[in-house]
């Protein structure tokens, strides 16, 4: 079916213009001529998005159909539409990108053949066409000749919903229907609303198929050894899996199968504010022609960026090909993972800088998904916020946490090591300082921290080294860095009371995972 007939199949009868999987340059041009942007001094093209500079998660719906009504864990973060009112929007939609230019970019999800799906994304902006063709995985020609969607997505940021007519809460909507294999944005510019609905779609269909969908990043040893890595944002995430002496992976989205971890994406999708080529090189490197830039602050003479005015976003963003990081794994593929690591940014100065996890621990600390939040820059300027996000991946996980937790437990029982490393605080009132936490983490991905003496954390209990090489050994035991022991009495009890309240909607949790969070 060629894609004037596959559109009309949609109810795009009458575009003005279709143009399917153009190249970046030849989309670049269209975008400068349509006035979407201008080109800096590196020849990105850069783009302001509005009113929507991050994900609307409040206008994110999934369709209540019968199909997959049990299915979903249903919530705050999984809200639903009517099947009627998602056909409405769906209708309009459709109705406005008539005579209009339509863009299509046909490409996949997954490096992995034998678990890769196939995305139609039809989007109303060469633009947000460009962000998805260098984010997704690039089909080949012969791959084009007789390519068929598993899913669509229709992108049209002109379309503005009426939400006492449709139903929604705001002009803008992301609607995901499962059961008819489509989703809609519409009302936003920000292209990540796209990216994240892939990997939405991906969370639900990856689990069917015994593939464990990871919000994380994944890089490989010179001996083939994969690891990935879980974080929130600030936790260091990008910048620890992004290692001289291993190939990057991925940076966002993989899946983890019986034989392989996978990276979901063609792409990365990095945030720039304060960004410089000193402290990260490799995303600095990438701002050239051929990426999308959102929202970053350029003088319009010289074409030059301020990467640290935050006037238009705090999340300003690029989107490139991973093509574009110097040291990648291009296929897409590693081995099976040996270490699993979960990130957290401790602000209160109690949890260990680096500690084992059992599969329970494993399932318990990955369900919570912790960090915390500081208004200001140092400890106790202001008190800190802890923030849980179910499995580092809250907004994009469609099914029963625990689901996702079991699969994690599976890959731990057959050999992998989990540990958490606290990239925050500790009671000095100072950051744990880089060059610490990467010699923690090397110390993790060879194996050398397994010979360590370790003792348990008395209310984490977590096991926790008494020594790594190139980290002073007194910084290990957080309660050695406090010189007030009432004050971290204190802190371990806010903390752990925070954990223990927020697993308290795990309804489905399994006894031995709730038992192994924290104990006052």
């Known amino acids: 079916m060629n894609i004037e007939a596959a559109l009309a199949d949609m109810g795009i009868i009458n575009a003005k213009a279709v143009y399917r999987n153009l190249t970046p340059a030849e989309l670049t041009e269209r975008a400068l001529a349509r006035g979407e942007g201008l080109l800096s001094n590196t020849g990105a093209l850069v783009v302001k998005t509005g009113k929507y500079t991050g994900r609307s998660a409040k206008d994110k719906f999934i369709v209540d159909s019968r199909g997959v009504h049990d299915e979903i864990a249903w919530g705050s973060v999984n809200m639903p539409i009517s099947q009627e009112k998602a056909d409405a929007i769906y209708a309009k939609t459709i109705a406005y990108l008539q005579n209009k230019d339509v863009f299509v970019f046909d490409g996949f999800a997954g490096a992995d053949p034998k678990h890769q799906k196939a995305f ?11 962000f998805i063709h260098q984010l997704l995985r690039r089909p080949t020609a012969e791959q084009l000749e007789d390519f068929r969607e598993d899913f669509v997505i229709i992108a049209a940021p002109g379309f503005k919903c009426v939400p006492e007519i449709d139903g929604t809460r705001s002009e803008a909507a992301i609607l995901v229907d499962y059961e008819k294999k489509r989703v809609v944005i519409a009302g936003s510019q920000y292209a990540g609303e796209i990216k994240k609905s892939v990997f939405s779609v991906m969370n639900y269909l990856m689990p069917k198929e015994g593939v464990f969908p990871m919000h994380c990043s994944a890089n490989i040893g010179k001996d083939g050894d994969s690891a990935v890595f879980f974080g929130l944002s600030g936790t260091g995430k990008t910048t620890l899996s992004a290692d001289p002496n291993r190939k990057l992976i991925g940076d966002d989205e993989h899946g983890w199968s019986d034989d392989s971890v996978f990276n979901f994406e063609g792409g990365c999708y990095a945030k720039c504010i304060n960004l410089s080529a ?24 010289t074409r030059e960026f301020d990467f640290y005015d935050d ?22 593929v590693g081995s099976i993972p040996k270490t699993v690591i979960f990130l957290t940014a401790d602000a209160y100065g109690v949890m260990p800088p680096i500690s ?5 621990q494993a399932a318990y600390y990955f369900m919570s998904g912790f960090t915390s939040k500081l208004a200001g820059t140092e400890i106790g300027v202001k008190e800190p916020v802890p923030t849980f996000s179910t499995c580092f991946g809250e907004p994009f996980l469609p099914l029963d946490p625990a689901l996702y937790a079991k699969m994690l437990m599976e890959k731990v029982e057959a050999g992998a090591k989990v540990y958490l490393i ?4 500790n009671g000095t009132g100072e950051r744990i300082k880089l060059r610490y936490t990467r010699a923690m983490v090397t110390a993790a991905l060879t194996g050398e921290i397994e010979k360590a003496e370790f003792v348990k954390d008395p209310v984490f ?32 009890k806010t903390l752990a009371t925070s954990f223990i309240e927020n697993f308290k909607k795990y309804t489905t949790a399994s006894a031995d995972i709730v038992a192994a969070g924290p104990k006052l």
């Open 120 to 130: 139609r994304v039809v989007t109303e902006l060469a633009s947000e066409n460009l």
């Open 311 to 332: 006037s238009l976003a705090v999340n300003s963003r690029v989107g490139y090909p991973i093509e574009y990081i110097p040291n990648a794994e291009l296929s897409g």
């Open 461 to 492: 209990g977590v096991e926790v080294p008494t020594s790594v090489e190139g980290v002073p050994s007194e910084i290990l035991i957080p309660a050695n860095t406090w010189e007030d022991k009432a004050a971290y009495d204190e802190k371990v």
């Open 422 to 425: 606290n990239t925050g605080w």
């Open 278 to 301: 000193e402290n990260e090189p490799e995303i600095y490197g990438a701002i050239k022609f051929g990426s999308l830039v959102e929202n970053v602050v350029m003088d319009e003479e």
């Open 356 to 360: 084992k996890l059992d599969k329970n």
